[in-house]
Nanobody
């Protein structure tokens, strides 16, 4: 039911940073687990990061651990993905999702996605 809108993507050089935002309307993220996925050219969508309802518990794909940070502001119905030390292999369209069950968010089976935002990292 929620409408999800990602923003913040762009073109950056390797080693640079970007902060992605996902704003929700229709139904808030409050009480929902949220997550970020990405889809690189020629590849399937893959898990990046997830957060519980409060932001107190997070998990990350090994490929981004230590470089990316997921956070949220429930008062603004917004989830963020801070991406540092970007690598060319991070190039992808990034999508956000949310749901009432942690397992569905991590598995990408909530059935709810935004339109995505393009991140391109040059060598």
């Amino acid at each position: 039911q929620a409408q999800l809108v990602e923003s913040g993507g762009g073109l950056v050089q390797a080693g640079g940073s970007l902060r992605l935002s996902c704003a929700a309307s229709g139904r808030t993220f409050s009480g929902y687990a949220v997550g970020w996925f990405r889809q690189a050219p020629g590849k399937e969508r893959e898990f990046v990061a997830a957060s519980n309802w409060s932001g107190g518990s997070t998990t990350y794909a090994d490929s981004v651990k230590g470089r990316f940070t997921i956070s949220r502001d429930n008062a603004k119905n917004t989830v963020y993905l801070q991406m540092n030390s970007l690598k060319p292999e991070d190039t992808a369209v990034y999508y956000c999702t949310g749901g009432g069950r942690w397992s569905t968010v991590v598995a990408g089976t909530t059935g709810s996605w935004g339109q995505g935002t393009q991140v391109t990292v040059s060598s």
